[in-house]
């Protein structure tokens, strides 16, 4: 589950002293900071929930974001396993979280959210596999954070500039190298392979 409902929180104790402060002294200007203060109250709601139903063999996931909300569902049959996606963090170290990775090479991030803990997101990864029965499936004991699976990943959504960075850290290449190694895959990619 990820969730910025705390960041909401911060701002709906600001638009609680707004609001009392308004209350004691009406004025036109403290509607319009009312208002900012609870669209800064809005904005950062989203929560995103994954639940693996063992009754009914599917993963469930509902992504809730202000004035959206996506859902879907991914049958246990069509889950290869589950990915520790890495992010290059700009104190050249990494990020990570967890994909499920589907039939279709096409992987269900299973939060917005990324955490240092490369050790937290193994043990559970473990754990899910474990419940999946996919003990050996797309599991690494030690994950290599320039692992072609996560460079793909990121070229899925766009993040080209973020997989060169995840690249240019993890094996400590210059940028055109790295360009060339994320160009290659991306070409793998358009090919089919």
């Given at each position: 589950?990820d969730?910025?409902?705390?960041?909401?929180?911060?701002?709906l104790?600001?638009f609680?002293?707004?609001?009392?402060?308004?209350?004691?002294?009406?004025?036109?200007?403290?509607?319009?900071?009312?208002?900012?203060?609870?669209?800064f109250?809005?904005?950062?709601?989203?929560?995103?929930?994954?639940?693996?139903?063992a009754?009914?063999?599917?993963?469930r996931?509902?992504?809730?974001?202000?004035?959206?909300?996506?859902?879907?569902?991914i049958?246990?049959s069509?889950?290869?396993?589950?990915?520790?996606?890495?992010?290059?963090?700009?104190?050249?170290g990494?990020?990570?979280?967890?994909?499920?990775?589907?039939?279709?090479?096409?992987p269900?991030?299973?939060?917005?959210?990324?955490?240092?803990?490369?050790?937290h997101?193994?043990?559970l990864?473990?754990?899910?596999?474990?419940?999946?029965?996919l003990?050996g499936?797309?599991?690494?004991?030690?994950?290599?954070?320039?692992?072609?699976?996560?460079i793909?990943?990121?070229?899925m959504?766009g993040?080209?500039?973020?997989?060169?960075k995840?690249?240019?850290?993890?094996h400590?290449?210059?940028l055109?190298?790295?360009?060339?190694?994320?160009?290659?895959?991306?070409?793998?990619?358009?090919?089919g392979k």
């Amino acid at each position: 589950m990820d969730s910025l409902a705390w960041l909401s929180v911060l701002f709906l104790c600001g638009f609680a002293a707004l609001a009392y402060r308004f209350y004691l002294e009406p004025s036109s200007n403290a509607v319009f900071g009312l208002g900012l203060v609870l669209l800064f109250v809005i904005i950062p709601l989203r929560r995103e929930t994954v639940v693996f139903d063992a009754a009914l063999q599917q993963a469930r996931w509902k992504r809730l974001r202000t004035f959206k909300v996506a859902r879907g569902t991914i049958p246990f049959s069509e889950i290869t396993g589950i990915g520790i996606e890495a992010l290059a963090s700009g104190r050249g170290g990494s990020t990570y979280r967890l994909t499920i990775q589907t039939a279709d090479n096409k992987p269900v991030p299973m939060s917005d959210a990324y955490g240092n803990s490369l050790d937290h997101y193994e043990s559970l990864q473990a754990e899910i596999l474990a419940f999946l029965h996919l003990d050996g499936a797309k599991a690494s004991p030690a994950y290599d954070v320039g692992d072609e699976a996560s460079i793909r990943s990121l070229l899925m959504q766009g993040r080209k500039i973020e997989a060169i960075k995840l690249i240019r850290s993890s094996h400590n290449l210059g940028l055109a190298e790295a360009k060339d190694q994320v160009d290659s895959i991306a070409q793998k990619m358009n090919s089919g392979k």
